[in-house]
């Protein structure tokens, strides 16, 4: 199986403009989450869905926005990208969020470069 | 505030065992995970533990003391392709990961 694909796998973007990273899994899990990794510090989370139709804010949401419309489907939008957004997006799922079974498996991720 | 604490990078010989470990303060717990992470690649999940004690999987094992806020990894008969960033991450009260930044491991032959 696929598993979780990511796309772009990396894209150059102008400030400014906007993105959408697009993330889609078989697995069927029900939650699925956002986060950027930086050098030097741990990954964050951006947002996150519990189950289809539900989103929630994580420790870094400003400056993104995501929907859940189906199970499989997490797109992230940059409305209006800046420079500091600048990092490695990983979009990861788990078949629940309270306990072992939320052990979260990872896409292969999207670096994105702001200028 | 929530921390998760682990050394930025350690190194090892092949064939050795190495220890990495990892405190936490976080706002409750239900659960620790650690995931290894090649250069350049996704994390991939390796243990979790709940209940104090040790998780043995093959050559790696997780040990956890709740009471000290504290766990290791630990790697035996190391191998080349062992060379990766082991990250440690908490689940919190809200069922949120908090992860630590990652231990670089450098494995020299």
């Known amino acids: 199986t696929a598993g979780i694909t990511q796309a772009p796998t990396s894209q150059i973007l102008a400030a400014g403009r906007s993105m959408t990273l697009r993330c889609t899994q078989d697995m069927r899990h029900n939650a699925m989450y956002w986060y950027r990794q930086d050098l030097g510090l741990g990954l964050r989370l951006i947002h996150y869905s519990n189950t289809a139709g539900t989103t929630g804010k994580g420790e870094v949401p400003d400056g993104y926005s995501v929907s859940r419309a189906n199970t499989d489907d997490f797109p992230l939008t940059l409305a209006s990208a800046v420079p500091s957004q600048t990092s490695v997006y990983f979009c990861?799922?788990?078949?629940?969020?309270?306990?072992?079974?939320?052990?979260?498996?990872f896409g292969p991720g999207t670096r994105l470069t702001v200028l | 505030g929530q921390n998760i604490d682990q050394p930025t990078e350690m190194t090892a010989t092949e064939g050795a065992i190495v220890q990495i470990n990892c405190t936490y303060q976080t706002s409750g717990f239900n659960g620790l995970f650690w995931y290894q992470q090649h250069a350049g690649e996704a994390p991939t999940f390796l243990s979790y533990?709940?209940l104090d004690g040790l998780e043995e999987k093959g050559r790696f094992s997780s040990f956890l003391s709740r009471s000290k806020g504290y766990s290791y990894l630990l790697l035996k008969e190391l191998q080349m392709k062992d060379s990766a960033s082991y990250l440690c991450?908490?689940?919190?009260?809200?069922?949120?990961?908090?992860w630590g930044a990652g231990t670089k491991l450098i494995i020299k032959p």
């Open positions: 533990n709940v």
């Open positions: 990861a799922s788990s078949d629940s969020w309270t306990g072992e079974a939320d052990t979260q498996y």
């Open positions: 991450a908490v689940m919190d009260s809200n069922y949120q990961l908090i």
